[in-house]
């Protein structure tokens, strides 16, 4: 790069100052599919970027999955592209078809109202025809990885004479996943003049020197945030993947003691769809967005304020300045793309020196945007386990005993029924627990009081690793992440066995991390990898049996996110919270009444209150409010 990179500094977005999309210089199609979307406001990676390509220059974008950074190159070229022109105009090299399909699918979305626009993922694994078809029909933009796309050059199926921009997405990846000498091939392979716009997450020296070699006088992007978040907000984050995200959301709604709610999504169209989902499960959520009039949107506020709705889900720009005590708890159910937003959403919560909870939910791609937020806040999340069906069953036991309190306060309608229950008991002989059990069978109604213990996880799904085969043939490792949750048990494959790494979640260490430490400085090929699973503070790998005493000397000071990993032979000792330990009990919910309760019959009540943990049903108060403005559960929360 030369001397005069400038690198910006992205502040906290002062609400008079936020640009909008079309302050960036985007017009016409482009901000009308933004607008559907339902983008309110650019992230900071597209406000520091979108004006820069715009203008032709090229760009080095320091930045990470989820901060926005595929709109901020994609963008820019749709507002550019000249659909008359069919050959291909824009390449993306990204390393893995993953990234490849999703960079494609947001450019598809961006670009829907331009009219015959064509995009083509170009990856290994799936067959050349489909490709070389859609090629030779022609097409505006290319998304590949950059061994298929060699493959395409040799055969000289891709023509990239008219290329006018060219971007390397999550350039540090493809170094790390060995496409460097493919990389440099394809830029070698471009017309002189074009525009180059390379992200990375990290900076090392040999992205470093590629873009010193092949791009033009680039402006480097950094993002780079000043913030503060209050001491008296509890922070925790939850790895979820996004499938599972409703899921999360209401066990942990089950399970935490909560007044009011802000629930953040990243688009105007997600908060209605979310409010929507709750209110379809019991809860009573509104959504607020930029959409939304003021009248209305003050009317909601109102109703949070009074207590006559619990849940908001919201985004970053309908929320802001939103001051209201009893929000005990802010999920971020999208993450925001940038520290800036998560210290003002998290804000909404702990008002007026009362406490708060702020929840995140990260998805296993979204983990370099987690560091970046506690890089900046200076603050470390907790990690969270999604709450088990016990937690949940549990809680609601105690608020089903909660509504029975309840009831039994109401002294005049329960004597107006005594008689009637006694006259029932007397004529049919049966024991009043009974004729109770009955009743709370016709106050349950369809739904069941309690979830079922989850299905074992079938083969397939045990080991959480996938592999992840590229195009080049080689094998790459990606997690899908249940929750944070290891239910893996596989035992090694044949000539394979099982080691172990001093290094875990909690040091947000990825397989590639590993894949990569241990091929390179290790000297073993990819082949040799199994699967591999990353558990809380160590992980396991499964790798040829009597791994030669040289590759442990080779690894002997390699270190992983800053830890000595100090590989070693697994002896056995399983990971400590295995999913198996923690079904005890699921379903038979004993709970010893004592016996000191009178109940006649012998008919024993017993719930296994063992399992759970924390939460002693006895000593919660029925009834009690649990301070911090938060109120005693309601029993219309959830359906139980
Ligand atoms: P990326 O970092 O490009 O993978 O984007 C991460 C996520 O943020 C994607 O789900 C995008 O749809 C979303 N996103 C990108 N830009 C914005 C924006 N300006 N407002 C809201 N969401 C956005």
Do not use: W
């Not at 894949?515 to 390179?520: C, K, M």
């Amino acid at each position: 790069m030369t001397s005069d990179d400038i690198a910006i500094e992205a502040e906290a977005p002062q609400e008079p100052t936020t640009p909008t999309f079309a302050d960036l210089g985007l017009e016409g199609a482009v901000l009308r599919a933004l607008d559907d979307v339902g983008y309110e406001t650019p992230s900071a990676i597209q406000a520091a970027t979108i004006p820069t390509l715009l203008e032709g220059r090229d760009v080095v974008g320091l930045a990470q999955t989820g901060t926005g950074k595929t709109a901020a190159f994609a963008l820019p070229i749709l507002a550019r592209l000249d659909t008359s022109d069919r050959s291909p105009q824009a390449l993306v090299l990204a390393p893995t078809r993953e990234l490849a399909l999703q960079v494609c699918e947001a450019f598809e979305k961006y670009a829907a109202h331009l009219p015959d626009l064509h995009i083509l993922p170009v990856y290994g694994g799936q067959g050349y025809g489909v490709q070389l078809s859609a090629l030779r029909r022609g097409v505006h933009i290319v998304v590949g990885t950059p061994g298929r796309v060699i493959d395409h050059l040799d055969k000289g199926t891709l023509d990239l004479s008219g290329l006018k921009y060219l971007v390397l997405d999550e350039a540090d990846e493809m170094l790390k996943m060995g496409f460097a000498e493919d990389v440099e091939t394809i830029l070698a392979d471009t017309p002189e003049e074009k525009q180059v716009a390379l992200f990375s997450a990290t900076m090392p020296a040999a992205i470093r020197r590629m873009s010193e070699q092949y791009l033009t006088d680039p402006e480097q992007i950094t993002v780079k945030t000043k913030t503060q978040t209050s001491a008296n907000i509890t922070q925790r984050v939850l790895v979820v993947a996004h499938a599972r995200k409703v899921d999360a959301l209401t066990r942990i709604l089950e399970v935490e003691d909560f007044g009011g709610v802000i629930i953040f999504v990243r688009t105007k169209n997600a908060t209605e769809e979310l409010a929507e989902k709750l209110r379809a499960r019991g809860y009573e959520a509104a959504a607020i967005n930029g959409d939304i009039a003021q009248v209305q949107r003050e009317r909601t506020v109102e109703q949070l304020k009074s207590g006559k709705l619990d849940i908001l889900v919201a985004t970053d720009v309908a929320a802001r300045g939103l001051d209201v005590e009893r929000i005990t708890h802010v999920v971020n159910y999208d993450i925001p793309t940038d520290p800036e937003p998560y210290v003002h959403r998290i804000g909404r919560t702990g008002r007026a020196g009362r406490t708060g909870d702020a929840i995140s939910f990260v998805t296993p791609r979204e983990r370099g945007l987690l560091a970046r937020i506690e890089k900046t806040t200076k603050q470390r999340m907790t990690p969270m386990d999604l709450p088990s069906v016990d937690e949940i069953n549990e809680s609601r036991l105690s608020r089903f005993d909660d509504r029975i309190s309840a009831a039994l306060e109401q002294a005049e309608r329960i004597s107006g029924f005594r008689d009637i229950i006694a006259h029932y008991v007397r004529h049919h002989d049966v024991p009043e627990t009974d004729v109770a059990a009955a009743l709370a069978v016709v106050a349950q109604g369809d739904s069941p009081l309690l979830m079922e213990p989850e299905p074992e996880p079938a083969p397939r799904e045990r080991g959480r690793d996938r592999f992840d085969r590229d195009d080049r043939g080689r094998d790459r490792f990606d997690r899908d992440d249940r929750g944070g949750r290891d239910r893996s048990d596989r035992q090694p494959r044949a000539g394979m066995a099982m080691y172990r790494l001093d290094v875990g979640k909690r040091h947000r260490v990825m397989p590639g991390q590993i894949v990569g430490a241990l091929a390179n400085e290790g000297g073993l090929a990819r082949d040799d990898f199994g699967a591999i699973r990353i558990q809380a503070d160590f992980s396991l790998v499964e790798l040829p049996a009597n791994l030669p005493k040289d590759v442990f000397d080779r690894l002997a000071d390699t270190r992983i996110s800053g830890r000595l990993i100090d590989l070693r032979l697994d002896t056995g000792g399983r990971p400590r919270r295995q999913y198996d330990d923690r079904r005890g009990g699921g379903r038979g919910y004993d709970r010893d009444r004592g016996s000191d309760r009178g109940h006649g019959g012998g008919r024993g009540y017993d719930r296994d209150r063992g399992s759970g943990g924390g939460r002693g049903y006895d000593d919660r108060g029925h009834g009690s409010d649990a301070g911090d403005g938060r109120k005693p559960r309601k029993p219309r929360h959830g359906k139980s």
